[in-house]
């Protein structure tokens, strides 16, 4: 097996700004594992948030050795010996998986959503994220996205309320709240998802900061919006933890290490009892593609990461209306659309 990798620009259609950063550029890891005149693609996307960026990436990618693996099909010996050839490193440990995924369904000329025995009728709307802004440039975003049913709103900084009221002047669509960790203080968190179900919000994700579990349960216990855990949802591991403080988690494959624990976490969930959001970073269409194949058994997708940008290099998953249409393609489904040398 072969592995080679590129570094890529993602130009993002509007500064991208959350509780706890902002950006115009970002910056993500592109890679092929070619076998047997095959070529599977896989993507990082690294997070601040979880101390990565793209030379971390390489970094791990260039310590790897595949070459002690002849057949991808051997999926569960390379992900464990992947797993396990440094800590962390949870996106470009993603990007291995789901180079391999997408090798295997291009081998047997196989979609991955067939091969899970899945329903592609049944994947469900995605939102489409509004990040924090002026008034002035929500109210013209919130425009933008008329197609989409369903908007994700970026609260937890200083200016909440002229959000929503900005959003509320222009729609009324069902919105999704996504704090990142903003409210710090348990009453100020009650405060807002109180006053966000009045606004006709769905739900809330994680209004708390992550080491902040008991706050966060301490809240759940006074409000009637469901919370869903995001900075608190990383790994198969910390799905039971959740229990009786969230009502669902947001698996993304950056954090989760790729489409092979996303699904143990998956069926983590479901025997929880909890709710399953499928997100996405900033990501091209490889990486939304290979979360794309999961979704006929979540319910709630936040999958717009490749629909932010403006020089996406690949064809695969599209939003029609919100809602994901899957294609018969192979793998993960996804075609380059510009000749990327990697
Ligand atoms: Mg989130």
Redesign the pocket.
Known sequence: MTLRSTLYDLKLRHTFTISRSSRDISPVVLLEIEHDGIVGYGEAAPSRRYGESVETVQQFLAGLNLGQFDDPFQLESILDSVQGSAEGNYSAKAAVDIALHDWIGGKMNLPLWKYWGLDKNKTPISSFTIGIDTPEVIERKVREAEEYPILKVKLGGENDQEIIRAIRKVTKKTLRV?A?EGWKVRETAVEKIKWLEQEGVEFV??PMPATDLAGTAWVRERVNLPLVA?ENSLRLHDVPKLQGVFDGI?IKLMKCTGLREAMQMVHTARACGLKIMV?CMIETSVAISAAAQLTPLIDYADLDGAALTTNDPFDGVTLVEGRLVLSDRPGIGVVKRDPVRL
């Open positions: 996504d990142n994700e994680q995001d947001n997100g």
